[in-house]
């Protein structure tokens, strides 16, 4: 028999493994995002380089992550690893996914800045004397990323929200935090209906965090 | 190799199951996604805000979350449905949320002056949308929506988490048995591609397409 009276006072006392599963899942976004973000940055230059095997190699790699399932991905990195000998944790090969899956995303948004830039910018960088790479470090980068924000904005809470799927390799991400929950009191709705809302709150602070950075940084240069 | 055509049968199957759990969501999505597009475009308040509400939610949550709200979480409550059953309702309801706010875009991009030539040639506002702005939308929100069908084909998986056997499922069991994982998880990535890629050139060339028109 149905019995819809939900009993939210079974998931107060297990808050604090809640908050310490999101701190797991901030910690793992915070970190695939950056390391994606500079991964990316590389990628989009090599679609884009003259060097055909690299802009190929680059164009194959947007296609596998992006036409491939997270878990999927997660699956082969975690147990193929250990076959050809690098021993990874849950928590590693989680990271290491997220990485790779973000950038699978961010190149193609990257490539798109990349080449809003007009090319003055880059013979006159070249003019003051910058070499290829600090052309690039400096001036391509930066440019890139402030005219993509929005879009990077948006496959940041993307990635937020993915990497709820690493529970199933026993990360300890907020997820798995709220399967042990409910596996200790039984109220798996109240359980899950409150991490849905840790998880909505997550989201609403990336895109405050966001909007902040770009405040402190890309907005000066108006 | 062996393991692959040893296992090649009940790798065939589990396919045909993941292509249920993506056309079955891909339906009852595109009839809850559309209602939900034409609350959040109605004249009502309250119907726009119950159409940005739902969106808000399904959009926050991550969808492995919903999967488990619909299995373990209304088992609890006493609704308890087959893995197969729950990932469906799930999913539908994810596509539901992604849909509509494709479908909400769509609408409100035909130009305004439509909906005017419309009502001035004596159109109600059903009739508009239905005969008028549809057609037009639909052509807009074509690239997205098809773009939105890869997503939804490798949110599939996730079913495997709450215990159905479709292709990553039986992956997983396959490469616990074999002791095969990079070749076994090799080759059901392989077979999302095969799925996916299709539909990803297709969104790729109708948004060519569209700004050839343009």
């Not at chain 1, 055909?52 to 999927?72: C, G, H, S």
């Not at chain 2, 309801?93 to 004596?122: D, H, M, N, T």
């Not at chain 2, 076994?184 to 109708?206: D, E, K």
Request: aromatic share 12%.
């Amino acid at each position: 028999m149905p019995n819809f009276s939900l009993q939210f006072w079974h998931v107060w006392p297990h808050l604090d493994a809640l908050f310490q599963g999101a701190l797991l899942t901030i910690a793992l976004t915070a970190q695939a995002s950056a390391f994606g973000l500079v991964a990316s940055l590389v990628g989009a230059y090599a679609l884009m380089s003259g060097f055909k095997p690299a802009a190929t190699l680059a164009r194959a790699y947007v296609e596998v992550i992006r036409n491939t399932p997270f878990l999927v991905q997660l699956l082969f990195i975690y147990f193929s690893l250990p076959t050809i000998g690098i021993q990874v944790t849950a928590n590693q090969a989680a990271l290491m996914t997220m990485i790779m899956n973000f950038t699978g995303y961010t190149i193609e948004i990257l490539r798109g800045g990349i080449q809003s830039i007009p090319a003055t910018q880059l013979d006159s960088a070249r003019s003051i004397g910058f070499s290829k790479v600090q052309t690039f470090i400096f001036v391509v980068a930066p440019q890139a990323v402030r005219n993509t924000y929005p879009s990077l904005t948006s496959q940041f809470s993307l990635l937020l929200l993915g990497s709820s799927v690493v529970s199933a390799i026993s990360a300890e991400d907020l997820t798995a935090a709220a399967n042990y929950i409910q596996s200790l009191n039984f109220r798996s709705f109240e359980v899950y209906l409150v991490t849905a809302g840790f998880y909505l709150a997550l989201t609403a602070l990336c895109r405050i965090t966001f909007a902040a950075i770009w405040r402190m940084t890309f907005h000066r240069w108006e | 190799m062996e393991v692959i055509v040893r296992y090649l049968p009940s790798l065939g199957i589990s396919a045909g199951i993941t292509l249920m759990l993506f056309l079955v969501p891909a339906i009852m999505g595109a009839i809850l996604g559309l209602l939900v597009a034409v609350m959040r475009t109605a004249r009502s308040v309250v119907l726009r805000e119950l159409g940005r509400m739902f969106i808000f939610v399904i959009q926050g949550t991550p969808a492995l979350l919903l999967l488990f709200i619909v299995h373990y979480g209304m088992a609890t409550l006493g609704v308890r449905l087959a893995p197969a059953l729950s990932a469906a309702v799930a999913l539908s309801l994810y596509a539901a949320g992604f849909l509509g706010e494709i479908w909400r875009g769509a609408i409100e991009a035909v130009p305004r002056p439509q909906w005017e030539a419309a009502k001035s040639l004596g159109f109600g506002r059903t009739q508009a949308l239905l005969l008028l702005i549809a057609p037009q939308a639909i052509w807009i929100a074509l690239p997205a929506t098809v773009g939105f069908l890869v997503s939804l084909m490798k949110v599939t998986s996730l079913a495997a988490i709450i215990g159905v056997v479709e292709l990553t499922k039986s992956g997983m069991v396959i490469a616990n048995m074999s002791f095969e994982p990079m070749l076994v998880y090799g080759l059901i990535a392989a077979i999302y591609f095969a799925m996916c890629w299709p539909m990803s050139l297709l969104s790729r060339h109708l948004e060519k397409a569209q700004h050839a028109t343009r």
